[in-house]
C-alpha cells in the first residue's frame, strides 16, 4: 500500500487542493511539505501529536518535512477556534517556548542534509516593511472572501482583532516565503486551518504563477465530537515534567471503548492488517486494546523504557495497588502545613487534582476521592505531618492515582 492510501486508510485526510497532484508527490517522495507550530507554551502537546505523526510517516516515505516555529506569528496569535483573543506574550517568551518545541521535535523528526530542516518565521516576518507588504501582499487577497473564512467566523459575533485578522495574511505569506527560498511545494495543517492554507496556495499562484497544495488532517475527536487530549487540569503534554509519562500512559489507556481503535489507526505505526484484526474486539480484549494504544503512543513520546515503567505502574496499582515507583507524586513543604496539617481540600489543589477548592469540594462530596484506599469522608478531612511524611496514595475516582508527601 502506497502512503497515501496508507493515509486515507487511517482517516487522517480531510481535505485537498488536488489529490492527483498530491498523491502523486507524496508516494514517489516528491512533496517538500511545511506544518507550522505556533509557540503558545512551553510544550507541544496532544493537538500537536498527530501532525508530528503525519510528518513522520511522510519522511519515511521518502518526503522531505520542513518544520516552521512561528516565532513571528506567535506574535499575533491564530484566532481559529477561538472565541477569545490569545493572551499576548514577550518576545523572550516567544523564543524559550521555541526553543523547547525544537527540542522536542528532534524526537520525532530525523533532521541533516536532504532530510528535514526546521525554519523561523521570525526570520522574515519581523523584517517586513508594512508599506510594502500592503502593496505587495495586502492587494492579492479580499477583505469579503476573508470574513467568509470559517477561521474567522467564530470571533465575528465578540469581535475580531485587528491583529488577529492580520494572521491569515501572515500564515499565506510564510506559504509564500518557503515557496520562494526553500521551493516548498506543500502545506499540511489541522484541518481548522483550511481558510489560511488556501490563501497561502492562491497567493503563490498570484505572484509566481505556480500551483502549490495544501491538505488537511483530520482533527481528532472523541466519540463525541470534542477534541481529545484535554483533562480536568489542562492539556496533556509531550513534555514528562508537565504531564508524566505514567500520566501520559493512564490517559490512553482510560480513552472510551468506541475512541480506542479510532485512536490506534490514526496516531501508531502498527500495521493496518494488525489493526483491522482489532475490529471485532469486544469486553476484555478492547482492554488489550486500550494498553496497546498507550504503550505505542508512550513509547512514541518517551521512549521504550519510559512506557514499560508506566505500563508495569498501571498493573500493580490496579491489581494489587502496591506499587507506586512511578506513580506521579507532589513534594510537599512544612509552609504549606497550618499547625501541622493540611485539608484534603488544600491538598488535592495542591498536587493538581482539582482546579480549586470549590471543584476539591464537590470531589470529596461526591465521594470521588481516596486516601491510602479509604473513601475521604468529608471536606473536613486533614492529613498530619508524619502521615505526610510515610507519603500518602491519593486516588480520584477509579483511574488517577497520585502521591503525597512532605519533604
Known amino acids: 500500500m502506497k502512503i497515501y492510501d496508507e493515509l ?12 492527483e497532484e498530491i498523491e502523486e508527490l507524496i508516494n514517489n517522495g516528491g512533496a517538500r511539505f511545511y506544518i507550522g507550530f505556533d509557540p503558545t507554551a512551553d510544550s507541544l502537546h496532544v493537538g500537536h501529536f498527530m501532525a508530528l505523526c503525519l510528518m513522520k510517516r511522510l519522511q519515511m516515505a521518502g518526503n522531505t518535512p520542513i518544520i516552521l516555529i512561528g516565532g513571528g506569528t506567535g506574535y499575533v496569535g491564530d484566532p481559529s477556534g477561538r472565541t477569545d483573543m490569545r493572551s499576548m506574550m514577550t518576545p523572550e517568551m516567544i523564543q524559550h517556548n521555541c526553543d523547547c518545541f525544537k527540542k522536542q521535535m528532534e524526537r520525532f523528526i530525523e533532521f541533516g542534509d536532504d532530510k528535514a530542516i526546521m ?4 526570520d522574515w516576518l519581523l523584517k517586513l516593511n508594512y508599506i510594502d507588504l500592503l502593496r505587495e501582499v495586502g492587494s492579492h487577497f479580499s477583505v469579503n472572501t476573508m470574513l467568509r ?14 491583529l488577529e485578522f492580520n494572521y491569515m495574511i501572515m500564515q499565506a505569506y510564510d506559504f509564500y516565503h518557503l515557496h520562494k527560498h526553500y521551493h516548498c511545494n506543500m502545506q499540511f495543517g489541522g484541518d481548522d486551518q483550511w481558510s489560511n492554507m488556501l490563501a497561502g496556495t492562491e497567493l503563490i499562484r498570484r505572484k509566481d504563477g505556480e500551483d502549490a497544495y495544501a ?3 483530520t482533527l481528532l475527536l ?20 508537565k504531564t508524566s509519562p505514567f500520566e501520559f500512559y493512564q490517559y490512553w489507556r482510560n480513552v472510551a471503548d468506541q475512541d480506542v481503535l479510532h485512536c490506534i489507526r490514526m496516531l501508531t505505526f502498527l500495521p493496518l492488517e494488525e489493526i483491522d484484526k482489532m475490529n471485532h474486539w469486544e469486553g476484555q480484549e478492547l482492554n488489550q486494546a486500550k494498553e496497546i494504544l498507550a504503550f505505542e503512543l508512550t513509547k512514541l513520546v518517551h521512549g521504550e523504557e519510559e512506557a514499560s515503567k508506566a505500563q508495569s505502574a498501571s498493573h500493580a496499582l490496579f491489581t494489587m495497588g502496591t506499587d507506586d515507583s ?9 509552609d504549606q502545613l497550618t499547625s501541622g496539617s493540611i485539608t484534603i481540600l488544600d491538598l488535592l489543589v495542591a498536587c493538581k487534582l482539582a482546579s480549586s477548592k470549590s471543584e476539591a469540594r464537590r470531589l470529596v462530596t461526591q465521594g470521588g476521592v481516596f486516601v491510602n484506599d479509604e473513601k475521604v469522608p468529608s471536606i473536613e478531612y486533614t492529613l498530619t505531618a508524619s502521615q505526610l511524611k510515610d ?16 519533604a
Not at 326 to 334: D, F, G, K, R, V
Not at 391 to 397: A, E, H, P
Request: glycine share 8%; charged share 25%; aromatic share 6%.
Open 119 to 122: 525554519v523561523n518565521n521570525a
Open 215 to 217: 491538505m488537511t488532517i
Open 391 to 406: 507519603s500518602v496514595k491519593l486516588r480520584k475516582g477509579k483511574k488517577v492515582f497520585h502521591k503525597a508527601f512532605l
Open 8 to 19: 486515507v486508510a487511517r482517516g487522517l485526510i480531510a481535505q485537498v487542493t488536488d489529490k
Open 222 to 241: 472523541n466519540s463525541e465530537g470534542n477534541k481529545m487530549g484535554k483533562t480536568a487540569n489542562g492539556a496533556v503534554w509531550l513534555d514528562p515534567e
Open 326 to 334: 512511578n506513580m506521579p507524586s507532589t513534594q510537599l513543604s512544612e
Open 149 to 162: 473564512a470559517e477561521c474567522y467566523k467564530q470571533r465575528m459575533e465578540k469581535g475580531l482583532s485587528f
